[in-house]
């Protein structure tokens, strides 16, 4: 089982508050016909150090101790899934997400007009989550709102069993947490950032995260309130987009905060069971302030059916 040390009901992403689905996704049929969607960036194998030890490190979380993996080479998206990805995937198989099926997804309250944010439900301690009827993927603010402009920009309130239909539909799967890690750090070793220890390196924004005072203010001084295109900032040394900040990312495991230092672990996939996923990368909620978990080595986690406004995913793919 994993660790006991449950981080769905972190200021991140409130869970349901229902039991978790299978971790198997819904049979849908035929992949997309070539395996793929989309460019993929070559990962290369090796051993690189996982995890942190950073002071501004939240212990619960689990992020050290640093140790060694050892990874196979592994192709990975150099964008999460965007909103027009996942349409073309809806249109193709007819899938209704675990939004949808609820009726309601977490929306950030800031982000709804006053009789909708009046009236939906909070989850206790993070009052800036509302449970909005309604809110889904393509409306991801509620009734009344769409993504029309928003095609390049990240598909959001999409829980783990959402994304790994997605990947399973088109030939794909989700990459494990050491993977994602691996990716992230785009080459660098021990790094806090994708780019290095500074998190706005010449005064240069480099990611998508609250600026100012959360919840009540935000300035944009990085050119966004929500959701920043997949392509937004620049790519790390991989050539990977916005693997801090912009939106929470699902990885296939299982949360676990036990983690074998003593040995370099080979191609780690996580505890063989659990109740929460792991999620990676922080998103444009991220505030120094309470969560400063847009550091490469941070994490949380949610219960598999869970969705929220600031949660998607991108897809690996074996060698």
């Not at 027009?84 to 249109?91: G, I, K, M, P, Q």
Request: net charge negative.
């Amino acid at each position: 089982m994993g660790s006991s040390t449950d981080p769905s009901h972190t200021c991140c992403a409130p869970a349901r508050t229902s039991d978790p689905h299978t971790d198997h996704p819904t049979d849908l049929g035929t992949a997309a016909a070539d395996g793929n969607v989309g460019e993929m960036v070559l990962i290369p194998g090796g051993e690189f150090l996982m995890g942190g030890d950073d002071a501004d490190g939240i212990p619960r979380d689990g992020e050290g101790p640093v140790r060694p993996v050892r990874l196979a080479a592994f192709y990975l998206s150099p964008y999460a899934v965007t909103n027009r990805e996942f349409a073309s995937f809806v249109a193709a198989t007819g899938y209704r997400t675990d939004a949808e099926e609820f009726g309601w997804s977490y929306v950030f309250a800031s982000f709804l007009p006053g009789r909708l944010r009046r009236d939906a439900p909070r989850p206790s301690g993070t009052p800036w989550w509302c449970g909005v009827d309604g809110a889904f993927w393509a409306a991801p603010e509620g009734p009344g709102s769409d993504v029309a402009d928003r095609d390049e920009h990240p598909v959001v309130h999409v829980s783990w069993r959402d994304a790994a239909a997605y990947c399973a539909w088109s030939g794909l799967r989700l990459p494990t947490e050491a993977e994602w890690e691996c990716a992230a750090r785009g080459g660098l070793r021990q790094k806090r950032y994708p780019w290095g220890d500074e998190l706005t390196p010449g005064g240069q924004h480099r990611c998508n995260i609250w600026q100012g005072q959360f919840p009540v203010h935000n300035t944009r001084a990085d050119g966004y309130a929500g959701t920043a295109p997949v392509n937004a900032f620049e790519p790390n040394g991989f050539g990977l987009y916005n693997t801090s900040g912009n939106v929470w990312e699902w990885c296939r495991d299982w949360w676990t905060t036990d983690h074998p230092a003593r040995r370099p672990l080979v191609d780690p996939s996580g505890p063989r069971d659990g109740t929460t996923k792991v999620m990676r990368g922080g998103s444009y909620l991220c505030h120094s302030s309470y969560c400063n978990r847009y550091r490469v080595a941070a994490r949380t986690g949610n219960t598999p059916d869970s969705s929220t406004g600031n949660t998607g995913f991108r897809c690996a793919r074996d060698v």
